[in-house]
């Protein structure tokens, strides 16, 4: 687990199971002034969801080992049905993005393609985080 703290900062539970990609993201998140937590797989994302800590977003690949990306958020809106989502992928996936949003109009959906636009995902983050 990967932890980069700032003062008073919104907190972003971060899930990429590429090491690298993973590790960039948590330190551009940083640069951004986001406490982020930072993790390889769903299942412990959800142990981190089922813990008292406060998330203000969640950031999830979609191409998960194990339980992939939908499966996460799926569980994830049984524990935190109003927990704004980022979905990340190589591809864009239009398709999964309405049918998670039909789902979970209670939520903030959206997604980024990979490699990502860092001035979009700032903006991104800004608009479902605050």
């Known amino acids: 687990m990967t932890e980069i703290d700032c003062a008073s900062a919104k907190t972003i539970l971060l899930v990429e199971d590429d090491d690298v990609v993973r590790q960039l993201t948590a330190e551009v998140l940083g640069e951004f002034g986001y406490r982020v937590v930072a993790l390889r797989d769903g299942h412990n994302a959800l142990e981190q969801l089922r813990s008292e800590q406060h998330f203000d977003l969640l950031m999830s690949d979609i191409g998960l080992p194990g339980m ?16 704004p989502v980022l979905f990340a992928s190589g591809y864009y996936e239009r398709e999964l993005l309405e049918e998670v949003r039909a789902r979970d109009s209670a939520a903030a959906t959206d997604s980024i393609v990979k490699p990502y636009d860092f001035k979009l995902l700032a903006q991104r983050l800004s608009e479902l985080a605050g």
Request: proline share 6%; glycine share 6%.
């Open 68 to 83: 992939d990306g939908r499966e996460l958020v799926e569980a994830a809106r049984q524990l935190r049905p109003t927990l």
